[in-house]
């Protein structure tokens, strides 16, 4: 007779594994320059390369990497950029296949994070740098994923294009019809919008964002491709426009104002993990003990312009402390979950894809 166990009984036996895993921490893990880890660092220069999948853009993932060789020299690293939807699917893909590239992921939309765990797909590995982030800001158990950056948006102009006085204030302001044809927002497979779809669905009701048909808006993969074209006059506003999107072009003298809505800022998680049968098990957790640790995440503060979830660090360079904003969040991210196909089926409709 076949026995036949219940789910419940495969997630006890994996919340134990997890507990037991940080029950072994090292106790005494060892003092880099400027963060602990528990990684074998000599191996970690023996297996000699890393990986990173992630949802940033290239040259920010790259330079982000170059900070970490820089440090570890004798590890060679790649970097692989796609947006979540697709970048998560790429790595489901591989796995059912038997092949395992990646050694680290961050992913910016934290449904497929959780879909991750349930999946068996991240390490068990508790970083010593874990002590510096509140428990919202990790998994539960934590050692799976850890908030890795804080990405905030609000609303974009060009001051070119709009006058200071006529820029809508509010994400209610944007229902003008004067910005048919002229605003862009994100597509469907990015975590951020999904995000802002969630909470501004949840703050005005469900016809929120039927009422923006009327605008036709655009949606690009990218907040590359949105600033881009709020520069090059095709679009006058931007809906979803990442706070750090803004940073970067208005330190390079771009024509763009941001507004900080009253109703507050959304506030979207970019998760990091170390990747089950990682080739590179030892420079996974290495990464992710410097990522996490002070210099990491200055680095990433400054390359990437996010926030970081340490109370320890900077903001990025010309932006205002997160704690100045009123940030809207999901608070029951299983309830976030569970809204992933709905939000699909909408926001692809939305923006004029079937």
């Given amino acids: 007779m076949r026995l036949r166990l219940p789910i ?7 919340l134990f594994s997890v507990a037991a895993h940080a029950a072994d921490v090292c106790a005494t893990p060892r003092q880099m320059d400027g963060f602990k880890t528990c990684a074998d660092v000599a191996k970690a220069e023996e297996e000699g390369a890393l990986t990173l999948y992630s949802t940033d853009p290239e040259s920010a993932g790259e330079a982000l990497l170059g900070r970490f060789k820089a440090m570890f020299p004798k590890i060679r690293t ?18 059912q296949g038997k092949v395992y590239l990646a ?13 991750f765990v349930k999946r068996g797909g991240y390490m068990a590995y508790v970083s010593p740098e874990m002590a510096a982030y509140k428990p919202g800001f990790k998994s539960n158990p934590e050692g799976f994923w850890t908030w890795g ?11 070119t294009q709009v006058a200071p006085a006529d820029a809508p204030k509010t994400y209610l302001d944007v229902y003008d019809p004067k ?8 597509v469907t497979i990015s975590g951020l919008q999904h995000v802002t ?20 808006p655009r949606g690009f993969d990218s907040y590359v491709q949105q600033f881009d074209r709020l520069v090059n006059g095709q679009d006058k506003i931007v809906m979803t426009a990442q706070y750090s999107g803004y ?23 970019q998760p990091y993990g170390a990747i089950a049968e990682a080739p590179h098990p030892n420079a996974a957790r290495l990464f992710l003990d410097w990522f996490l640790g002070v210099p990491g995440q200055t680095a990433m503060a400054r390359i990437l312009y996010y926030h970081s979830p340490r ?31 709905q939000y699909v089926r909408e926001w692809d409709k939305l923006i004029g894809l079937r």
Avoid: C
């Fill in 8 to 14: 419940g009984f495969f997630l006890a036996a994996l």
């Fill in 78 to 95: 790649t970097y692989l950029r796609a947006q979540a939807g697709g970048l998560y699917a790429k790595l489901l893909a591989e796995r």
């Fill in 103 to 115: 050694d680290v992921m961050q992913i910016s939309d934290m449904s497929f994070a959780a879909d």
């Fill in 149 to 159: 950056g804080i990405v905030t948006a609000g609303i974009a102009y060009n001051p």
């Fill in 179 to 186: 910005w048919a044809d002229s605003i862009n927002v994100k």
């Fill in 197 to 216: 779809w969630y909470m501004l669905r949840n703050l005005y009701g469900p016809d929120y964002w039927s009422r923006y048909t009327a605008l036709k």
């Fill in 247 to 269: 940073l970067i072009m208005k330190a390079k003298g771009a024509p763009v104002e941001f507004v900080v809505p009253p109703e507050g800022m959304i506030a979207a998680p």
């Fill in 311 to 341: 109370e320890d660090i900077e903001p990025p360079p010309g932006g205002l402390p997160i704690k100045s904003f009123k940030l809207l969040t999901p608070d029951d991210w299983p309830a976030f979950q569970a809204t992933h196909t």
